[in-house]
């Protein structure tokens, strides 16, 4: 399995932006899809978006999209989620997920610990 460490969490207030790393070690990095999920308190996991293996392809929740930008450095192995316009609703717990098949949330098996994002109003 792929190891991952999310960083780059922290506190901004609305309408300013953030940018969360991945960094992946254990298997090769280019053979994942990846992907970030956040977590608000009382509400379900849920998808913010993800990247092909070679970074060709990207997909975005409805919610992000337009402020949000998924991407990725197979040479260091780090995947990033670039967070601009950030809302008060975008606060939760971002999670950096690696798939080896797919895109749906169960495809993915190997997840990071968590970086805390808190959009103040």
């Known amino acids: 399995q792929v190891q991952l460490v999310e960083s780059g969490g922290g506190l901004v207030q609305a309408g300013g932006s953030l940018r969360l790393s991945c960094a992946a070690s254990?298997?090769?990095?280019?053979?994942?899809?990846m992907g970030w999920f956040r977590q608000a308190p009382g509400k379900e996991r849920e998808f913010v978006a993800s990247i092909s293996r070679s970074g060709g392809s990207t997909y975005y929740a409805d919610s992000v999209k337009g402020r949000f930008t998924i991407s990725r450095d197979n040479a260091k192995n780090t995947v990033y989620l670039q967070m601009n316009s950030l809302k008060p609703e975008d606060t939760a717990v971002y999670y950096c997920a690696a798939s080896t098949n797919g895109f749906t949330k169960t495809s993915f098996g190997s997840w990071g610990q968590g970086t805390q994002v808190t959009v103040s109003s």
């Open positions: 254990g298997r090769i990095f280019s053979m994942y899809n």
